[in-house]
């Protein structure tokens, strides 16, 4: 495409929640931002972020940092200094029993960062510059490639007959991606792949979870000193579990309690993906918990939100002819890697790192001319260094939700790493035990390291080593 020199590459990123201002962020830090007009479509009509608590592992605080933002995140570190220890106990019995407790900092895993998501938004909205435009109340319906490209070659159209040109589109529109819905069509047309419209629309996983935030007096008013208000804790049964942790300074614990139906993952879903429960609903599912679980689940601060947990098929190809998928618009998975804490909207060790790559991909480019950004190049860097190491982050959060919901009989443990005690541990429980703990070190897996040493060669200049 011949794009006059005079004019800024036109850039539209649709989706105004974390994982489209992280891949602004990212771009300020490392690409020359005079060559670009940023502007960031958002559908609602105000910046909000629905869910309560996420957790952020030491590896995405490093990219944080590297993206500018270490000094921020190191005051809310020490502002909210979190336990690091999880405790899991198999719970779906009257009287409950511990069967392993994780502790974060050992293996150098770093503590892990406990906060309501609003901070970080906070955060990043602090530092996004004033040179990027927000259009809020703007949710896309399709986009195009117009003959006449003289003011960018990508026609958008929004609902409410609003329409927008640029030269690059980032989907960061989440699992209902309406730019994954527009992107693989015209992806298995030009390829002759029809795979590709197998993941044009998100599937049940076979997981709901009901969310909520407890206040901690009140609480404790129920259950004096209760073990859930001081350390993370992590209540197993069959095909059901329940997350807890402690946030804003411990006045509030996050609680996610989850349920499953292996029979119905990959079903199509239809309907809200979001609906309102009640207390009452909730405590008849876990009916014959052990009474820890039971009075944590019967103080709660408003009418639990249950949500449908929904997820992308994988996907081999993220990007092409100037269309990038990225977060959970690419890769929506289970929200079990790790402690499966507060990940219960995205995976933030991958969510953030895909408005990375992308960001020094576009650099590393932009550095051989500005114009060059408009060639295939960074679509091809993006399609061989991410799809497959989230994919194998994707089937590892899958099998950790096994682990967590007595599921893992006649499951495939190879996405374990082979030195885990878990292949070796005869009791059933502390082998699930070691399993878990696995899924925290999951980056350490051959396959996740292969990538990593991949994606380090194009991140320092060396893209030609990419194989």
Request: proline share 5%.
């Amino acid at each position: 495409m011949n794009t006059p020199n005079s004019r800024k590459i036109k850039v539209a990123i649709v989706g105004g929640g974390i994982s489209g201002m992280a891949l602004v962020l990212a771009m300020q830090r490392f690409c020359k931002m005079g060559d670009f007009e940023v502007h960031i479509y958002e559908s609602a009509v105000q910046i909000t972020q629905v869910g309560a608590g996420i957790g952020i592992w030491q590896r995405t605080l490093d990219l944080l940092s590297d993206m500018g933002m270490g000094e921020d995140f190191q005051a809310l570190r020490d502002e909210y200094d979190t336990p690091t220890r999880f405790t899991y106990r198999k719970s779906d019995q009257p009287e409950g029993e511990t069967f392993y407790e994780a502790h974060m900092e050992s293996d150098g895993n770093g503590r892990m960062l406990l906060l309501h998501r609003a901070r970080i938004q906070e955060v990043f909205l602090k530092h996004i510059s004033k040179d990027v435009k927000f259009h809020l109340a703007h949710r896309l319906e399709s986009y195009s490639y117009p003959d006449d490209d003289a003011a960018g070659k990508i026609m958008l159209k929004f609902r409410g007959g609003q329409e927008a040109q640029c030269d690059l589109l980032f989907g960061a529109d989440g699992v209902a991606s309406a730019v994954r819905h527009n992107f693989l069509p015209r992806l298995a047309q030009k390829t002759g792949r029809s795979e590709y419209l197998e993941s044009v629309d998100a599937v049940f996983s076979g997981t709901c979870v009901y969310r909520d935030l407890v206040p901690v007096d009140r609480l404790m008013e129920v259950w004096p000193n209760h073990p859930a208000a001081t350390q993370p804790h992590q209540y197993c049964g069959k095909n059901m579990h329940i997350v807890t942790y402690p946030v804003q300074q411990g006045s509030l614990i996050n609680v996610a309690p989850f349920y499953s139906d292996i029979s119905k993952e990959n079903a199509p879903f239809s309907g809200s993906q979001i609906g309102v429960s009640t207390t009452e609903e909730v405590l008849i599912r876990y009916k014959d918990w052990e009474p820890e679980v039971k009075a944590l689940l019967g103080v709660r601060a408003s009418s639990p939100k249950h949500w449908a947990i929904l997820t992308v098929k994988p996907l081999d190809v993220w990007a092409d002819d100037g269309v990038f998928l990225l977060g959970d618009a690419a890769h929506a998975m289970t929200p079990h890697l790790g402690a499966g804490a507060g990940q219960e909207r995205e995976q933030d060790k991958e969510l953030k790192f895909d408005a990375y790559y992308i960001a020094k991909i576009l650099a590393y480019v932009q550095d051989k001319g500005p114009l060059e950004i408009l060639s295939a190049e960074p679509s091809a860097l993006y399609n061989r260094l991410r799809p497959p190491l989230a994919n194998f982050a994707q089937a590892r959060s899958r099998l950790q939700t096994l682990f967590y919901d007595f599921n893992e009989e006649g499951q495939d443990l190879s996405l374990v790493e082979a030195s885990s005690s878990m292949h070796t541990e005869p009791d059933r429980l502390m082998r699930l035990g070691h399993g878990i703990w696995d899924g925290y070190l999951w980056p350490r897996h051959a396959i996740a390291r292969k990538w990593d040493a991949e994606a380090a060669k194009v991140l320092s200049g060396d893209a030609s080593g990419c194989s």
